[in-house]
Nanobody, 117 residues
Framework: QVQLVESGGGLVQPGGSLRLSCAAS????????MGWYRQAPGKQRELVAISTSGGSTKYADSVKGRFTISRDNAKNTVSLEMNSLKPEDTAVYYCNAFVVVLATDYWGQGTQVTVSS
């Protein structure tokens, strides 16, 4: 089992910045990838950014150049630095950890990000 606790999020004006953080506990040695997904009202949950244990990263096209994911394997944490935020970035952001040997996704409780003037 893996437990994920998120922090960060909140209300920011367009063009502003926010940082999300997520700390994993439990069977952290089994985690293959950690990342962030988001879900806006009325829409499906979508990938924002992900980082594998090998150091590879992947970003949604909509956030490339604006968001940066960073992972600390020693501390079992993953962060998402979000810059140049747009109203369309408004969503609940979820931390995700994937354990490949179990083929199981683990999720944080979600944190609200609202971009509005």
């Amino acid at each position: 089992q893996v437990q994920l606790v998120e922090s960060g999020g909140g209300l920011v004006q367009p063009g502003g910045s926010l940082r999300l953080s997520c700390a994993a506990s439990g069977s952290t040695s089994s985690i293959y990838s950690m990342g962030w997904y988001r879900q806006a009202p009325g829409k499906q949950r979508e990938l924002v950014a992900i980082s594998t244990s090998g150091g590879s990263t992947k970003y949604a096209d909509s956030v490339k150049g604006r968001f940066t994911i960073s992972r600390d394997n020693a501390k079992n944490t993953v962060s998402l630095e979000m810059n140049s935020l747009k109203p369309e970035d408004t969503a609940v952001y979820y931390c995700n950890a994937f354990v490949v040997v179990l083929a199981t996704d683990y999720w944080g409780q979600g944190t609200q990000v609202t971009v509005s003037s």
